[in-house]
């Protein structure tokens, strides 16, 4: 029960220190918390850590700003390897058609980690898009959404992927949402994953 204890309470900090040290722009320490084939997944970006790191480095440069918000957490463990899930808000602000706004998705972050030589490491982090919302920065700012264009992304990060194609990144449509097949795919790729079988990604 110690052990166990332990373990947890890494794999939390593990899970605490990606979103203060990404957010921070601390790239030394953040990229710490990957193993060397760890795998990013996200609506604007599906690959590598190290070129995750790359490239949100580039967006900072470029007044990119996207910033996690954590909840609690539901750790598996299963020996060396564990599949975390943490309640979590993403936030990022930019223009959408001339208005400065605000956009929040609510989600989870559903992680697969390893212990390997004593040091517990992210392999893949995938997040779970449940609901989002848009908001004028300035309340009294009138926003003119298109529609169309909206409803060709899906329900769970619809307002988060029409900022972010606003300002030109190409994003992935289908990300696991609340329900539906690529969550359940998912889920069956964590119970593999803690039976000793190698990563899945969507």
């Known amino acids: 029960m110690q052990q166990e204890l332990v373990d947890r309470l890494a794999i939390r900090d593990l899970v605490e220190n990606w ?7 601390d790239w030394d320490r953040f990229a710490t918390v990957w193993h060397d084939d760890g795998v ?11 070129d995750f790191i790359r490239v949100t480095q580039e967006g900072w440069k470029k007044g990119v700003r996207i910033l996690h918000f954590l ?3 539901s750790i598996e463990l299963a ?20 208005v400065l706004c605000d956009v929040v998705c609510t ?5 697969f980690i390893e212990r390997r030589d004593g040091k517990w490491g992210f ?5 779970i898009y449940e609901k989002d919302r848009v908001d004028p920065v300035d309340p009294s700012a009138t926003l003119a959404l298109d529609q169309e264009a909206m409803a060709a992304f899906p329900e769970g990060y619809r307002h988060l992927a029409y900022i972010q194609t606003q300002i ?3 994003v992935k449509r289908d990300m696991p949402e609340l329900t539906g097949c690529q969550v359940e795919k998912l889920y069956r790729y964590g119970t593999d994953w803690l039976a000793g079988k190698p990563v899945e990604r969507l």
Do not use: N
Not at 40 to 50: C, D, H, K, S
Not at 88 to 98: C, H, L, N, P
Not at 107 to 111: E, L, Q
């Open 19 to 25: 979103a203060i040290w990404r957010d921070a722009g």
């Open 40 to 50: 990013m997944m996200a609506t604007w970006f599906q690959g590598p850590a190290r």
């Open 79 to 98: 020996g060396d390897r564990a599949v975390a899930q943490t309640k979590m808000t993403i936030s990022q602000r930019g223009d959408v058609q001339g």
């Open 168 to 170: 030109g990144y190409v």
């Open 107 to 111: 989600g989870r972050f559903y992680d």
């Open 123 to 127: 392999v893949l982090r995938q997040p």
């Open 71 to 73: 909840g609690g957490s």
